[in-house]
């Protein structure tokens, strides 16, 4: 879980190395049960929030491996990571297929958490399969979990993610305000990552507007914060589009 906090707060270097710390020491302790949760953890970090480049290797196929053997009620989020991943890697039909089934799975055993995350990664392989307005849906769904719930860890992200959607749809205006309103929830939580990815999306938007100028300082005032991570998936992106932007 202090992983997760990290990488939230923009720290995926120390984010990293607590969780595969948290691992390994449940390894060491051959307590089954601790080694499904850290296995777990690390699983979600890399794929739902994207800690992994989409091809390389992680810890997923194992964790929900051992989950369905030892860990069954965590088996269900497990999948889901799977149908994460699937989609990243450029297979959305797949993604929502074992999704669906997960979060059915999930909902069965009353299990809420981590609803708001799986149904945003779930609108995510909608837009990539092109059905937006089916994405927008399970995002407004994915909103009201957030606030039955009060899960909120990834509440920027879904808004972020409703722009991006409405941005595919031509409907620009919209869209910004979905991204500044992912900024300022982000802002609010002091979550970096999420503002860094929410600033990404405006500042893509700006750009295509012809604001170049206006576009690279919202993502310079963001990117400039970082000290560690400039490897990682987020940063990288980030850095290409500062380049772009000239």
């Not at 609108?123 to 606030?147: F, Q, S, T, W």
Request: proline content about 4%; glycine content about 8%; overall charge negative.
């Amino acid at each position: 879980m202090l992983g997760l906090t990290l990488w939230a707060l923009g720290y995926p270097e120390q984010a990293v190395a607590a969780s595969a710390k948290a691992l390994a020491d449940a390894r060491g302790s051959g307590h089954v049960v601790a080694i499904g949760i850290a296995l777990f953890w690390i699983a979600f970090l890399e794929a739902a929030f994207g800690a992994s480049p989409p091809h390389d290797p992680t810890h997923v196929d194992e964790a929900t491996a051992h989950c369905a053997e030892r860990l069954r009620m965590y088996e269900p989020w497990a999948r889901c990571n799977q149908g994460i991943l699937f989609s990243s890697r450029g297979d959305p039909q797949r993604s929502i297929e074992v999704m669906e089934a997960a979060i059915a799975t999930a909902t069965e055993f009353n299990a809420e958490l981590l609803r708001p995350i799986h149904l945003g990664h779930l609108a995510g392989a909608h837009a990539r399969m092109g059905d937006p307005k089916v994405g927008l849906g399970l995002l407004d769904e994915a909103l009201i979990a957030v606030e039955n719930t009060q899960e909120r860890m990834f509440e920027a992200e879904l808004f972020r993610l409703r722009g991006e959607l409405l941005m595919g749809m031509e409907k620009s205006s919209e869209a910004e305000a979905e991204f500044e309103r992912a900024l300022t929830v982000a802002r609010g939580q002091q979550a970096r990552m999420w503002e860094l990815r929410a600033a990404v999306s405006l500042a893509r938007l700006r750009g295509n507007q012809g604001r170049q100028f206006e576009a690279r300082g919202i993502l310079t005032a963001v990117f400039g914060w970082f000290t560690e991570g400039f490897d990682t998936p987020d940063l990288n992106a980030a850095k290409a589009l500062l380049e772009e932007l000239g």
